[in-house]
């Protein structure tokens, strides 16, 4: 027996009271569309009780989890992690955690590392078999590179500047000033581990010493103190101006584009009084072939508009601010999620999404998509770029209001 129909609501609601039976037996509405109906406003208050063992603060954290809006619908792999509930990996000069798709199973095409470097600490000379893409969060790092034409690149990079480094190109970074740095990177492909790269340490420590010097031309004794286990992170001493570093790796010549780019002072693509959305892809930012990001800003109130991305999924890495996402797929599926900084999202390729500022901050996060070239479909863009009588067929509205649509894929709404 179904406990929802209308008989069962309308005896229960004899007993319990009016309000019973205006929950049970309203018929899907607009904005309420399911059938059985789904959604607290649905449901007794008394269904809606949790008397069995909780995590209060844990339960404070996801309201739209705990009591999602009664416009989702269907399952949907978890969409949501977070570098807050990763465990770190702590040595002398800094830190990493990951979220990496062993811990985050629809996470396929992108992991991600977030890592601390103390002033001076080194994570040290490695390469690995992912192309590496970084933002830098907070302070400010010095990168090296070579690429296989002998090319070797050193930068600094700060707030908002990224770098790319092609898969197998080896690299190093080191924490700069009195702050140090923070940053997270971003590899294309879903398994790659930061515990899982090739280290200069490794290597020279696992090859017989009579090859080490035959190989870099040098006695046997120079090679005698080298580090016997890895070194991962450590702490060194601060480096030397830049321009004497640039200077000793200068013979092999220059790179045809840099590793680096400064993502956080580009002019906008999207901007308006609800917010901004920057862009650094391969047209841009030569170097990053299998990459392209775009830091998006939301007011407080605003909503980033329905849309999807065709050719990519997308990974988020949340930077401040609070939100909510709503993701929708085929089936139909739609589930919402509720996100803070340090937080990351992920959405498949050509899933719906929208995301509401639901903070009195700014929201601001960066996200993350394995193409060389960004890519959006606008929902409003398309329903206003197609014949109005069309429209107004599909969604049973007048053509009027369908050609006050708005027309010009303003990103974040209200323009
Ligand atoms: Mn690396
Ligand atoms: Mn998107």
């Known amino acids: 027996m179904d406990p929802f129909s209308r008989r069962n609501v309308l005896s229960l609601g004899a007993a319990a009271g009016a309000t019973v039976t205006a929950f ?14 789904e959604g607290a406003v649905n449901s007794n208050p ?11 603060v844990l339960d404070s954290q996801f309201p739209d989890v705990g009591s999602p809006p009664q416009t989702d619908i269907g399952d949907m792999p978890q969409f949501w992690s977070s570098f807050n509930i990763m465990p770190k990996r702590i040595q002398a000069g800094g830190w990493a955690r990951q979220v990496t798709q062993a811990d985050f199973q629809i996470s396929d095409a992108i992991s991600g590392v977030n890592m601390r470097l103390a002033p001076g600490g080194i994570r040290e000379l490695h390469w690995h078999l992912a192309a590496e893409w970084a933002i830098v969060t907070n302070g400010s790092c010095r990168v090296t590179v070579l690429d ?62 009579d090859i080490l010097a035959e190989n870099f031309g040098v006695p046997v004794d120079a090679f005698k103190s080298i580090p016997l286990n890895d070194l991962w ?6 480096p030397g101006p830049l321009a004497q570093d640039q200077a ?91 996100f803070k900084a340090g937080d990351v999202g992920y959405v498949k390729r050509s899933q719906g999404h929208f995301i509401k500022n639901t903070g009195t901050e ?52 209200p323009v």
């Not at 690149?153 to 080191?174: E, K, T």
């Not at 992170?233 to 601060?238: A, C, D, H, S, T």
């Not at 901004?276 to 508009?305: C, H, N, Q, Y």
């Not at 409003?380 to 649509?405: E, G, Y």
Request: glycine share 10%; with cysteine; charged share 20%.
């Open 24 to 37: 049970g037996a309203r018929a899907a509405t607009f904005g309420n569309p399911d059938s059985p109906l």
């Open 46 to 56: 008394k269904s809606l009780q949790e008397p069995g063992p909780k995590n209060p």
């Open 148 to 209: 296989p034409d002998g090319h070797a690149y050193v930068q600094d990079v700060g707030p908002g500047d990224l770098w790319f480094f092609p898969a197998g190109y080896p690299h190093s970074l080191q924490g700069l000033g009195k702050d140090g740095c923070e940053f997270v990177i971003a590899f294309d492909q879903g398994h790659q581990s930061e515990y899982n790269t090739l280290l200069v340490t490794d290597w020279i420590a696992h090859t017989p010493p």
């Open 233 to 238: 992170i450590f702490q060194g001493q601060e």
């Open 248 to 338: 000793s790796v200068a013979s092999g010549g220059i790179a045809p584009n840099p590793f680096t780019f400064g993502l956080g002072g580009v002019t906008p693509i999207m901007s308006n009084k609800s917010g901004a959305l920057r862009l650094a892809d391969s047209r841009t930012f030569k170097a990053s072939t299998t990459i392209a990001a775009a830091l998006e800003t939301i007011k407080p109130g605003a909503v980033r508009e329905m849309h999807w991305h065709p050719n990519a999924d997308e990974w988020q890495y949340w930077i401040k601010g609070e939100g909510r996402m709503t993701v929708f797929d085929a089936g139909p599926r739609s589930k919402t999620a509720d």
């Open 362 to 413: 700014d929201l601001q996060f960066v996200a993350v998509f394995k193409t060389p070239v960004y890519q959006e479909i606008s929902l409003s863009d398309w329903l206003s770029h197609t014949p109005p009588a069309l429209v107004a067929q599909h969604l049973n509205m007048s053509v009027s209001d369908v050609k006050r649509f708005i027309d010009s894929r303003p990103g974040i709404m």
